[in-house]
């Protein structure tokens, strides 16, 4: 099963990651590969595991006020704040369309 | 057409701290002071689960009739948002901690208090998740300043399957549902502090047919509003099939002032979320009586059992036993408790007063309701207390005034200048007059005067007596009682 440009451009968008060139690309199609070798094994009535601390036990905390307050810190590593706020741009800027960037996926 | 509505509900879990971590839960702070590392998302941090929230969120649970999952677990929901600094938001999508439960309502029909019907929609499920910080948008300088104080809250999100038909039965189940929570105290509910955040998914079809596609509607800040939104969004949904057009799968926001649904800008074509296991969170373990492990510290068991035992009675047992008790109608129950202290305010005048409860009941929903409603005061707020309104009532119940001399002492009691129902009763003269000689005396000025009407009484008909009673009322200015007016009257025509 190949991994078509419309799969790569959407997992560009969704996870703003680069494939960058055609190694990239292979190196996709080789991990998805490589996990595919899971289908290999019956797991017909088997419950998923996802992950290896799944029969360790989840601490509860006590609902006491315990930490907060470091504003400053915080805003320590802030590129532009006003006044106590951190500063963003007025809203997601998407990734440009695959027409509109400079992208290997483009000639492929 | 058929319209169908689901809500999906984010209610504020009431706790001291966050759900993973131990930053402090307060409305209106210092922006960014009620912030850890782990809300800033500073790698490093690691979640760790709140034993409140897990208690809040069994709670409702079992106050909606679910089944508690006994393991539940935790994942990550994957967007980019300013003010969700992870990139992710932990919630419970593939196993949340309670499923298949039910709500019961009220609504009136054809807004007749008197006629009320029971309805029921299932609750899909409840998960715990983290709500996210505030964006506050500065379009002159084009850009979004981040409050991250939010960021990693509690909430109980309520999935209600489309079960509902109209805009007042969504804001009647949310209204119950927002009494249940505040009785449990998992959430205050406040709708306008942000506490209670309801979205609706709205669609239409013709009976028989399949479902038509459905938009989700947002920001809708109140139970009014809430009713507006949905009905706008059926009739706009009813309008462009009949025109021949077609509803779009889209995310629209209520705008109040217009009073309609508009599209939401910035939403970049269908989500995917990619779910994936919150790899930092074991399973949530819940217990019960029979499964209650030997050897654990307390402080790590969560017993639902434990918690079923000690939940206090919802509105809808409330309601039965104020009908039980005090004999009034099921829905004088429902608006006693609707109205936030007014049920306190009632059974207190109820132990003061010797008149029968489903007496009082009249003056506390015709009378001292309608004065609040006015002049938008809460409960709380009344210049009239529970005490002086019962002693009003004693008053009226030894017959020292009549019910018309009552409601003008309750017009005084109201402005608040301190005094007691009797100073005013004796200033303004409005006492009964108890000397049976003069109201005879009286009784027969106005027959002498009559005499019209005394034949036509004398011939049978009965209603114009009325007139005689009313007669002897302007004449001793509202001071007679008339049931003891109308047997002398009476007394006097037949001799």
């Known amino acids: 099963q190949e991994v078509t440009v419309e799969v790569l451009d959407r997992l560009e968008h969704l996870a703003l990651v680069d494939f960058r060139d055609a190694e990239g690309v292979e190196r996709l199609q ?19 595991m996802d992950s290896v601390l799944e029969d360790r036990c989840l601490y509860l905390r006590e609902d006491d006020v315990t ?8 805003l320590k590593n802030a590129r532009e704040k006003v006044e106590e706020y ?15 960037r400079e992208t290997f996926l483009q000639g492929s | 057409w058929v319209p169908v509505v689901g809500l999906e509900i984010h209610a504020q879990i009431s706790s001291n701290s966050k759900l993973f971590s131990g930053s402090q839960v307060q409305f209106a702070a210092a922006p960014n002071s009620l912030v850890s590392f782990f809300d800033a998302s500073l790698p490093g941090t690691l979640p760790v689960l709140n034993r409140r929230c ?5 709670m409702t649970g079992l106050a909606l009739n679910c089944s508690i999952n006994k393991r539940s677990l935790f994942d990550r929901k994957h967007y980019f948002y300013a003010d969700l600094p992870a990139g992710y938001q932990i919630t419970q999508q593939r196993v949340p901690i309670a499923v298949n439960g039910s709500l019961s309502y009220s609504i009136c029909i054809d807004n007749k208090m008197s006629q009320m019907v029971t309805k029921t929609v299932r609750i899909k499920q409840i998960q715990l998740e983290q709500d996210s910080g505030k964006s506050l948008h500065d379009d002159t300088r084009n850009q979004t300043l981040v409050d991250l104080n939010r960021a990693g809250v509690g909430l109980m999100e309520v999935v209600m399957e489309p079960d509902m038909c109209c805009g007042e039965e969504a804001a009647a189940a949310v209204r119950e549902l927002q009494l ?20 609706a998914n709205i669609s239409v079809h013709h009976p028989g047919e399949h479902y038509g596609v459905r938009t989700e509607v947002k920001n809708i800040n109140s139970l009014r509003f809430l009713a507006k939104a949905v009905d706008y969004e059926i009739q706009r949904q009813i309008e462009e099939l009949e025109n021949g057009g077609t509803i779009l799968n889209e995310t629209r926001a209520f705008d109040s002032k217009l009073g309609c649904t508009v599209p ?19 399973p949530l373990i819940l217990y019960d009586a029979k499964s209650l492990p030997a050897n654990m510290n307390h402080q790590q068991v969560v017993n639902v059992d434990w918690i079923h035992e000690r939940l206090p009675d919802l509105p809808s047992v409330k309601r039965a036993k104020l009908v039980e008790r005090y004999g009034i109608l099921p829905e004088h129950g429902f608006t006693l408790l609707n109205e936030d202290g007014l049920t306190e305010f009632f059974e207190n005048v109820v132990k003061q007063t010797q ?15 309608s004065y609040l409603k006015q002049h938008s005061l809460t409960v709380k707020e009344s210049p009239v207390s529970s005490f002086l309104l019962a002693d009003l009532l004693n008053l009226l119940e030894k017959k020292e005034i009549s019910s018309t001399a009552a409601k003008q002492v309750l017009a005084e009691l109201w402005k608040g200048e301190g005094k007691t129902p009797f100073e005013i009763v004796k200033e303004k003269k409005l006492e009964l007059i108890q000397d049976q000689k003069e109201l005879e005396q009286i009784c027969q000025a106005v027959i002498d005067g009559q005499e019209n009407e005394v034949m036509a009484i004398k011939a049978g008909n009965q209603k114009v007596l009325n007139k005689l009673i009313g007669l002897v009322q302007r004449e001793t200015q509202g001071r007679s009682n008339p049931a003891l ?6 007394k006097k025509l037949s001799e």
Not at chain 1, 30 to 48: C, R, S, W
Not at chain 2, 54 to 58: D, F, G, N
Request: hydrophobic residues 40%; proline residues 8%.
């Open chain 2, 485 to 490: 007016v109308k047997q002398l009257l009476e």
């Open chain 1, 30 to 48: 080789k991990a998805i590969q490589f996990a595919d070798q899971l289908h290999e094994v019956n797991t017909d009535g088997v419950e998923p």
């Open chain 2, 54 to 58: 897990v208690e809040a969120a069994v």
């Open chain 2, 355 to 369: 008149m029968k409860p489903k007496k009082v009941i009249g003056w506390i929903l015709n009378d001292l309701l």
């Open chain 2, 180 to 199: 249940i929570l505040q009785t449990l105290g998992s959430s205050q509910a406040v709708m306008a502090e942000g506490q209670l955040r309801v979205d």
């Open chain 1, 86 to 100: 951190f500063v963003a741009p007025p809203g997601n800027i998407p990734l440009p369309k695959l027409e509109e």
């Open chain 2, 264 to 282: 939401m800008r910035d939403k970049e074509g269908k989500q995917d979320y990619r779910f994936m296991p919150e790899p930092n969170l074991p």
């Open chain 1, 67 to 74: 930490e907060g307050n470091c504003t400053k810190e915080l």
